[in-house]
């Protein structure tokens, strides 16, 4: 085909396209350019790389061959910002452009790395990545939220090694860009829908690796902030060891991998399964030893003497029993032969000085009509109704005035006496 003006009439062919790309090309020549290195991967002597912009989100592929690679600084590697003169080589069979490096040296720190270790070290002074700070996740999970790529393999992975371990286990999968400029806004519209569900009890956010320039997203401030503030557990699987973004450091738990994830979320049913029927046999053992120890301790006691046969108690009391009977008895007696001595001077006391043993030796007495007992002439005038007690009853008699003064009377007495 002729290689002029092409036209939908006279277009030109694939190869011509290339070969006019590659002259065009060619005459850039070489050019001084910087850049943040995010990818460095040595294959066999070479070099092959990707270098980034340090403002905008652009990116372009270079090679080192190795006659140049050994006249560069031994210590170049991925995050370190440099000015390489490079020269654009197209490809024609492959339809790929690369940058060919012929030098290529340190300029400083990576502003990249440099804002990054800036945040973590501000994080770290705030105390997000204290491990006080960091929720336990639950036993068994009732629901797992799960923030991935669309079809990735990472959510298979987290799925399929969950369900393998717990078959039961539920998940609810809010799907998000992993990288590029849309992972971060769609990584916290995620995790806020799963924060705002009652049902679920620990989110993680996976991914299946990648370089450098991909897990940005995961090192945003604002994404670290959100997962921080979080009141539902977070597990970051983001799997990428060498260059650990720092949502590993702020997330609750950090997995090594989606599958790892998988495994520290969920229990293993087996395993369960294992340590509840050894758990049960470590009971029932115990359960028997503790039957048996007691079942002997009861058998001993049975067989001691106390009560084995109680009858020795009370013929060793018996003996005693009697003595004490004995002693009771008595002193039963003494006591009441005493009372009866006491009781027999009483009466006689009170015999003694009873009124009526007065009137056994003759005297009587003299009660006026009121029946008090007249001690006085003056108190029986004549006429005076007088009743005389003696000894066996009384009599009636009335008062005829006074006979006798104290004088008589008193020589009376002492006559009869």
């Known amino acids: 085909m002729s290689d002029g003006a092409a036209t939908m009439e006279s277009p030109w062919g694939v ?9 065009w ?32 989100d652009v990116t372009v592929s ?25 020269k654009p080589d197209y490809w024609v069979k492959g339809g790929s452009l690369s940058m060919q490096v012929f030098q290529m040296k340190h300029v400083g720190l990576g502003d990249l790395l440099e804002r990054l270790e800036l945040l973590r070290r501000t994080l770290a002074a705030e105390g997000l990545f204290d491990r006080s700070r960091k929720r336990r996740l639950p036993f068994l999970p009732n629901r797992i939220g799960l923030i ?32 590029g400029d849309r992972t971060v806004p769609e990584v916290l519209a995620a995790l806020a829908t799963l924060e705002a569900d009652p049902e679920v009890d620990v ?36 799997g990428h ?55 002997d301790r009861i058998a001993g006691l049975r067989a001691r003497r106390v009560l084995a046969d109680g009858s020795w108690i009370i013929e060793s009391r018996a ?13 039963i007696d003494r006591f009441v032969d005493l009372e009866q001595r006491r009781l027999a001077e009483s009466r006689g006391h009170l015999r003694a000085l009873s009124p009526l043993r ?41 008062s005829e005035g006074v006979v006798h003064s104290d004088a008589a009377l008193a020589d009376t007495v002492g006559a009869r006496s």
């Open 25 to 56: 090309i060619d005459r850039l020549g070489q050019v001084w350019v910087e850049g943040e290195i995010t990818q460095w991967g040595v294959r066999g002597a070479n070099v092959y790389g990707k270098l980034k912009d340090l403002e905008r």
């Open 241 to 295: 060891d060498n260059d650990r973004p720092l949502l590993d450091e702020v997330a609750d738990l950090r997995a090594s991998t989606p599958t790892d994830a998988a495994k520290r979320v969920v229990p293993d049913v087996t395993e369960e399964l294992n340590g509840v029927s050894q758990a049960r046999a470590r009971i029932r053992n115990r359960l028997t030893q503790l039957v048996r120890q007691e079942a």
């Open 148 to 179: 991935t790529g669309k079809d990735s393999d990472a959510e298979k992975d987290v799925i399929r090694n969950a369900q393998l371990r717990w078959p039961s286990v539920d998940f609810r999968v809010v799907h998000a860009a992993v990288q």
């Open 62 to 86: 270079f090679q080192i061959w190795s006659s140049v690679k050994s006249r560069l600084p031994a210590d170049l590697k991925q995050g370190d910002r440099v000015v390489a003169l490079v």
């Open 358 to 398: 007065t009137l056994e030796r003759g005297y009587a007495i003299v009660l006026g009509g009121d029946g008090t007992a007249l001690r006085r002439t003056a108190d029986a005038p004549a006429g005076t109704q007088l009743t005389v007690r003696v000894v066996d009853g009384a009599v009636a008699a009335t």
């Open 15 to 23: 190869g011509v396209l290339g070969d006019k790309l590659k002259g």
């Open 319 to 331: 003996d005693e029993l009697t003595r004490w009977a004995a002693r009771s008895a008595e002193l």
């Open 203 to 238: 989110i993680v956010i996976a991914r299946g690796g990648g370089d450098f320039q991909n897990l940005l997203g995961f090192s945003d401030e604002r994404l670290l902030r959100a997962v921080a503030a979080a009141t539902t557990p977070v597990v970051s699987a983001i």
